[in-house]
């Protein structure tokens, strides 16, 4: 399984974007996802999760309400809407592949992750 994420970029605080991560090379409907994200000097944490066929998300605290994980199983593509960013939310995010389907708070209970991609909101 290979994914790749795009759509990082540099923003203001209280901009939007949008994140993307497509998956190859196996059934994505069967997967669940995550995506996680890394700031300089810090731990990789969680940020959301969705599992297999969509419709069941969990979100951490500091990214609800802002947040959304979506899937479009067709197009073997999850997304990461990110609205009212902030300086915090400054990070490399990445997407991870979890083939029980559940979409897990734990990274290691990922099996497949992606390159990152750089996330940076100015003040």
């Known amino acids: 399984v290979q994914l790749v994420e795009s759509g990082g970029g540099l923003v203001q605080t209280g901009a939007s974007l949008r994140l993307s991560c497509a998956l190859s090379?196996?059934?994505?409907?069967?997967?669940?996802m995550g995506w996680f994200r890394q700031a300089p000097g810090k731990e990789r944490e969680f940020v959301t999760s969705?599992?297999?066929?969509?419709?069941?998300?969990d979100y951490a605290n500091s990214v609800k309400g802002r947040f959304t994980i979506s899937r479009d199983n067709a197009r073997n593509t999850m997304y990461l809407q990110m609205n009212n960013l902030k300086p915090e939310d400054t990070a490399v995010y990445y997407c991870a592949a979890e083939r029980n389907g559940l979409g897990s708070r734990l990274a290691r209970d990922y099996d497949s992750w992606g390159q990152g991609t750089q996330v940076t909101v100015s003040s």
């Open positions: 969705i599992r297999w066929a969509g419709g069941i998300t």
């Open positions: 090379g196996g059934s994505f409907i069967y997967y669940g």
